[in-house]
């Protein structure tokens, strides 16, 4: 799906393929929301090349301005640029449902399964390689926008992002406002 | 109380958060201070579920809903959860038509630029929460690498670093002997 004329794009999936991706990573990668997109964005725009950069970023932009998760916005969005409505309802099911009946699972049993060393020890494992997940997201999101004209602009945006989360503790909506605002009036990559 | 009134209550939490946990004084204030619905600890511990489940930390409404009424409740909080991700849907429509637009290139770029940096800075918490010795080091390093360099798959990719971390620990713990 190309919606800027950038890089060609494969066909459209069909309905169960797009199942199949969003109900494996969705509902079983470790680490978050974030890390979750990011296991999609390899997916979907570098794997399988259903996306190509501008949808996804239109996707990911979106999502994260719209309210609740993020990451359900994001398959939302996704599987309505990939199949329309039916695509749409479709990742957000299968993306939500089985996570979700897993968290109502471990919520029936966690007096039983929170004591238990082994499963600890697995989720520790899962746990440190979500932080290799988040890493490589960082890289693969910021990738793209380091061509030679273009880094600088993204450089600035992205450490001013840094620090006022962390050091200014501000909330993510303020900081994306501020980021949207540098990127509308930084004019550098119209020529890009 | 009723289905419909615990999720207009949790949709109340997830239409005015932004991100994971941002719903949560909402939720405390409205389950735990005024309707005595679920306490603290049950609070807390639903945090906790939702840090160590797969998928989204916002998860852990489904626990609250869960701890609230039951399998009930854990059915509303999951309507909760999907129902403002549907919002997307217009605003993809209205962008979407002006997406090659020069300024709104910008913008979406610079959104997505300010998002990698928001989950960079959210990486640091969680590296201190689960780096802790050398293997969690070389896990998380190898994942890197593994996910930029190559085609494996992602999920394949945490199922290897939850079996060496389970091996690593059954061979120090002397219940299996390496050969």
Redesign the interface.
């Known amino acids: 799906m190309s919606i800027t004329g950038q890089a060609a794009t494969k066909p459209a999936p069909g309905l169960t393929q797009l199942a199949g991706v969003f109900f494996r990573i969705g509902n079983f990668t470790f680490g978050g929301g974030a890390a979750t997109t990011a296991a999609l964005q390899r997916e979907l725009v570098h794997k399988r090349r259903w996306l190509d950069e501008g949808a996804f970023a239109l996707s990911y932009a979106l999502a994260r301005v719209t309210p609740g998760t993020n990451l359900l916005a994001f398959c939302t969005a996704a599987g309505w640029l990939l199949q329309g409505w039916r695509g749409a309802l479709l990742t957000l099911l299968v993306a939500s449902i089985p996570a979700c009946a897993l968290v109502w699972l471990v919520t029936a049993g966690f007096d039983t399964w929170s004591s238990n060393r082994w499963v600890q020890t697995g989720i520790e494992g899962a746990l440190a390689s979500s932080v290799g997940i988040l890493l490589a997201s960082f890289w693969l999101l910021v990738r793209p926008y380091l061509t030679a004209r273009k880094w600088k602009r993204s450089a600035v945006i992205v450490s001013a992002s840094i620090g006022l989360s962390l050091y200014f503790d501000l909330a993510p909506i303020p900081v994306l406002a501020i980021a949207a605002v540098m990127g509308l009036l930084w004019k550098e990559t119209e020529h890009l | 109380m009723s289905f419909f009134a615990l999720y207009l209550l949790l949709l109340k939490a997830?239409?005015?958060?932004?991100?994971?946990l941002?719903a949560l004084p909402i939720l405390r204030d409205d389950l735990v201070v005024q309707r005595h619905l679920l306490t603290d600890r049950q609070l807390n511990?639903?945090l906790?579920?939702?840090r160590?489940?797969?998928?989204?930390?916002?998860?852990?409404i489904?626990?609250v809903g869960?701890?609230a009424a039951g399998?009930r409740g854990?059915s509303a909080?999951?309507l909760a959860?999907?129902?403002?991700?549907?919002?997307?849907?217009p605003?993809?429509e209205f962008?979407?038509r002006k997406?090659?637009d020069?300024?709104v290139?910008?913008?979406?770029?610079?959104?997505?630029?300010?998002?990698?940096?928001?989950?960079?800075?959210?990486?640091?918490p969680?590296?201190a929460?689960?780096?802790h010795n050398a293997?969690?080091?070389g896990?998380?390093?190898?994942?890197?690498?593994?996910?930029?360099f190559t085609?494996v798959?992602?999920?394949a990719?945490?199922a290897?670093?939850?079996?060496?971390?389970?091996i690593v620990?059954l061979v120090a713990s002397g219940l299996v002997r390496p050969a």
């Open positions: 997830t239409l005015s958060s932004f991100s994971g941002a511990t639903a906790a579920i939702g160590v489940t797969p998928g989204p930390k916002g998860l852990y489904i626990s869960y701890y399998f854990a909080a999951w959860l999907v129902s403002p991700a549907l919002l997307v849907i605003l993809l962008a979407g997406a090659n020069a300024r290139k910008r913008v979406l770029q610079a959104v997505v630029l300010g998002s990698a940096g928001i989950s960079l800075s959210a990486t640091l969680l590296g929460d689960a780096l293997l969690s080091y896990l998380a390093g190898g994942s890197m690498l593994l996910l930029v085609e798959e992602t999920i990719v945490i290897a670093a939850t079996a060496v971390n389970l620990s």
